[in-house]
Each structure stands twice: as C-alpha cells, then as structure tokens.
Nanobody, 125 residues
Framework: QVQLVESGGGLVQAGGSLRLSCAAS????????VGWFRQAPGKEREFVAA????????DYSDSVKGRFTISRDNAKKTVNLQMNSLQPEDTAVYYC??????????????????WGQGTQVTVSS
C-alpha cells in the first residue's frame, strides 16, 4: 500500500514561490497517477494539477496554468509542485493524491484512492 506525505508548505508573500513535495512509500508508486488538490477554508477541495504514472502527461487547472509546474521522479518516489507567482487566492491546504484509474478522470476528487495529510500554504498580500 502506498502512503503519501506532503511537505514544503509555508508562508510566502504575494509574487513569491514555494515548492511542495509529495513523498511516497511502497514499491508500486510508479503505477499511480498523482494529483495535487487544494482546499481553502469554507470551500470545496479543488483540482490543481495532475501527472500520469510515467510523467509524460500533465494537466493543470486554469487558475494555476503557467504559474505551477508538476513533476515526478519515480526513482525517488516523489512528486513535486513548483508554485511561482503566488497570490493570496492560492492560500489553502494542499493535498497530494494518487490513483491507478483512467487519467482522464484526474480532475475529480472521487477518482483518487490515496491521500496525504495536507500541507498549509499561506500567501500574504
């Protein structure tokens, strides 16, 4: 069973950058597609970015496209989310999640079967 642990969150000023990491345990990590989601207080969890098991296909929400980059290193069992030009509206708890289903469903919360505990990102204005 794969377990996911996020790190790299923190407080940053608007316009700054953060790099989130999702570290996985388990031998089958390279078989999972991975996504990043975020949830702000009082709001539903929303899709941020996703990457396929091989890392060849990525997808981004419109709100982060051009600012965030998702990548993975299967040898190191990590998925990273580089976040640039951060804005106060990016403030949320960020979660990584994994699934082995149809990657075309990667924007849906219900697609994912494994979740990390989340890491807080706060962007001050």
């Amino acid at each position: 069973q794969v377990q996911l642990v996020e790190s790299g969150g923190g407080l940053v000023q608007a316009g700054g950058s953060l790099r989130l990491s999702c570290a996985a345990s388990g031998r089958t990590f390279s078989s999972y597609h991975v996504g990043w989601f975020r949830q702000a207080p009082g709001k539903e969890r929303e899709f941020v970015a996703a990457i396929t098991d091989s890392g060849t296909v990525t997808d981004y929400s419109d709100s982060v496209k051009g600012r965030f980059t998702i990548s993975r290193d299967n040898a190191k069992k990590t998925v990273n989310l580089q976040m640039n030009s951060l804005q106060p509206e990016d403030t949320a708890v960020y979660y990584c999640a994994a699934h082995w289903g149809d990657p075309r469903s990667g924007r849906l919360v219900g697609t994912y079967i494994l979740w990390g505990q989340g890491t807080q990102v706060t962007v001050s204005s």
